[in-house]
Nanobody, 123 residues
Framework: QVELVESGGGLVQAGGSLRLSCAASGRTISRYSMGWFRQAPGKERESVAAISSGGGRTSYEDSVKGRFTISRDNEKNTVYLQMNSLKPEDTAVYYC????????????????WGQGTQVTVSS
């Protein structure tokens, strides 16, 4: 069982930056792909970024390419999402998740989820 706890969310003005962290416990995440998802009110949960177990491969949703960076520190059992040039449309609850598949982007491919952290971007 992998337990995930996100942190780092908050209120930021458009153009600003935030760094989300996802701390894992219960099991090492070094064998898991990790993903960040977000869900805005009234919308489906969507993939934002994913990183392979070793960190050598990443994938991003088109709207965040060039602005967001996913990274991981397997020694610290932690995954990060650096978010720059934030836009109001980035406002959502952000979730991290763990999967034994490589770089999945579908919600159903992730059995382990955190509770989410709110990111609000004001215009």
């Amino acid at each position: 069982q992998v337990e995930l706890v996100e942190s780092g969310g908050g209120l930021v003005q458009a153009g600003g930056s935030l760094r989300l962290s996802c701390a894992a416990s219960g099991r090492t995440i070094s064998r898991y792909s990790m993903g960040w998802f977000r869900q805005a009110p009234g919308k489906e949960r969507e993939s934002v970024a994913a990183i392979s177990s070793g960190g050598g491969r990443t994938s991003y949703e088109d709207s965040v390419k060039g602005r967001f960076t996913i990274s991981r520190d397997n020694e610290k059992n932690t995954v990060y999402l650096q978010m720059n040039s934030l836009k109001p449309e980035d406002t959502a609850v952000y979730y991290c998740a763990a999967s034994w598949f490589q770089l999945p982007t579908s919600v159903g491919s992730y059995p382990y989820w955190g509770q989410g952290t709110q990111v609000t971007v004001s215009s």
